[in-house]
């Protein structure tokens, strides 16, 4: 068990405030001559934030928006994602955040679940929304890559349009075009709604072990509260005005939400925001441009990052904090990225449903040590057995948390918020951990992925830790399937760096590293493995590939 208590003084009087709206009024006006986000060559400054947020508010509360009224954004990461968040918030509304690349099953389920009623969307995308059907959505908002670029945005959305030819044929009657919201909104009044800490903010979509999304009900409070914790993890380490970080994780996912967009934005920061992270050549140079302090990643972008061999020729002379979450940070790809950058990484945990940081490493004193460090501050974790019971110290027990972070529950599912809660208000994580010798918190697998070899536990990730290692493969995914012997056997997907590794000296390895019963009996090769949209390794879809287009967690 550890603990820690919210008894330290405020850290900074922008985070005095209630709810998100206000805080980030209040920070827009603080910070309002800095550029605040840029993308792709183009920034808009804090006060611009500002007026677009307002002009998007106002437009939307002619519409109907009241507090409560769900609106759905479906944007990667561009300029336009923090002005929608901050509007709709200050319009009373709650932001439901979806992926992208949904597939209109997928969007359908999410947006009938949440019952949106407005919903922005990229234009890129639209072809989706053409093929569902939601009776309660009254409004959609088409915008193009470039919208908020001025000149460049009519070139860049020439470009992608007729050059590139990267915007599926799409037909949806009666929509509405961003500019011209905005251009209208900017004639209308608007009126700051009565939010407290208990509004709503986010609906945010996890999935569950049925394999169907819920929606952790997310309030102003919940994210204040993570929001003072994160700040007071930061302590001294960041200067207001000067930090510069990347976000290439999509900012419809909670980590990059909370980490990157809402504390940096109290911070002052300047946000760079990566639309597309897979393309790595891209990705690099936009890197080459802007004098990072901080980046945040998962354990596969790391691992893309460190294989490009342009990668290694930029300047980390400013960069001083670089977090991991979504997933484990393997030690290898954690002590390559240190001996490159000279910066340690920084490894913390959390989920949609504690907004979302749970623990993570003291930021002056990172350590490799495969564990994701110790509870923010004010958040209580317990390690249970499956009757609610404190484990004995050294044994693993499922992760239960309690901390003003934690969500309110699931949408309109009272079944499975009781499910997730213990009676005295510990939220069920359903990962399972062990605290080391010196109070860390180590996370070893989902309870769900846990595989039973002949009555022993075996964590896949052990096995994936020492297959990383070897020099030939590139990624690694570990799950049990079915055995008539041992209940369980382990089976590993593997893609290799050379088209020569082959079956024979896998186990060979194996056999070296690894103990008998945890040795793989079935090894299949693979040119890629199914990802989530932060690139956690999806081994649900491993298991069941039909599950593959189920919103992952």
């Not at 986010?202 to 700040?231: C, E, I, P, V, W």
Request: glycine share 8%; net charge negative.
């Amino acid at each position: 068990m550890a603990d820690s208590s919210l008894t330290t003084m405020m850290p900074s009087a922008l985070l005095d405030e209630a709810t998100l709206d206000r805080f980030l009024a209040r920070a827009c006006r603080v910070y309002a001559d800095l550029p605040a986000f840029c993308c792709l060559s183009h920034s808009l400054s804090y006060a611009q934030i500002e007026t677009l947020s307002l002009q998007w508010a106002a437009w939307l509360q002619d519409q109907g928006v009241v507090p409560g009224t769900r609106v759905a954004v479906m944007l990667p990461n561009l300029l336009q994602y923090p002005v929608a968040i901050y509007g709709i918030l200050r319009a009373g509304g709650v932001v439901v955040n979806c992926n992208p690349l949904y597939t209109p099953h997928e969007l359908e389920f999410q947006l009938r679940d949440a019952e949106a009623e407005f919903m922005l969307v990229l234009e890129n995308f639209a072809h989706t929304v053409q093929q569902i059907h939601v009776p309660s959505l009254r409004h959609i908002i088409v915008t193009q890559v470039g919208d908020l670029m001025e000149w460049r945005g009519h070139l860049i959305n020439g470009i992608l349009r007729y050059w590139k030819k990267t915007i599926p044929a799409w037909h949806l009657p009666g929509v509405y075009h961003l500019p011209e919201v905005l251009q209208h909104g900017a004639t209308l009044p608007f009126t700051s709604p009565s939010l407290g800490a208990s509004n709503l903010a986010f609906l945010q979509y996890t999935g569950g072990t049925t394999g169907r999304s819920k929606g952790a009900m997310l309030t102003h409070g919940n994210l204040m509260a993570n929001l003072r914790q994160a700040d007071h993890w930061a302590g001294s380490c960041f200067v207001e005005c000067q930090e510069k970080i990347v976000t290439a994780l999509p900012l419809y996912h909670i980590f990059a939400l909370t980490a990157n967009c809402l504390l940096f934005w109290k911070l002052g920061a300047t946000n760079l925001l990566i639309p597309n992270p897979r393309d790595i050549p891209a990705f690099v140079g936009a890197l080459k441009k802007f004098r990072f302090t901080t980046i945040t990643g998962v354990n596969t972008l790391f691992s893309a990052l460190l294989d490009y061999p342009d990668f290694s020729h930029l300047d980390f002379s400013a960069l001083k904090v670089t977090l991991g979450g979504g997933m484990a940070v393997q030690e290898i790809i954690a002590q390559r990225w240190h001996t490159l950058t000279g910066c340690p990484i920084n490894q913390a945990y959390g989920l949609s449903e504690t907004s979302p940081a749970v623990s993570i490493h003291p930021i002056l004193t990172p350590l490799n040590d495969g564990t994701v460090g110790i509870p923010v501050i004010g958040t209580t974790v317990e390690l249970r057995d499956d009757e609610g019971h404190p484990v004995p110290a050294g044994h693993p027990g499922e992760i239960c948390i309690r901390g003003p972070q934690v969500m309110q529950g699931y949408w309109r599912q009272a079944e499975e918020t009781r499910l997730a809660f213990w009676p005295d208000n510990f939220f069920r994580t359903g990962d399972m951990g062990q605290w080391t010798d010196i109070g860390h918190l180590k996370l070893l697998e989902r309870k769900k992925d846990m595989i039973k070899v002949s009555g022993f536990n075996v964590y896949p990730s052990e096995i994936e830790e020492v297959l990383s290692h070897h020099p030939d493969i590139a990624e690694v995914a570990a799950i049990g399937v079915p055995d008539a012997h041992s209940g369980e056997a382990i089976k590993v997907f593997i893609v290799a760096r050379q088209t020569s590794l082959d079956e024979a000296t896998v186990r060979a390895y194996c056999h070296e590293q690894l103990t008998g019963y945890k040795c793989p009996r079935h090894i299949e090769f693979r040119s890629s493995l199914p990802h989530s949209p932060i690139g956690k390794i999806l081994r649900r879809a491993l298991r069941d590939p039909e599950s593959a287009t189920v919103q992952p967690e």
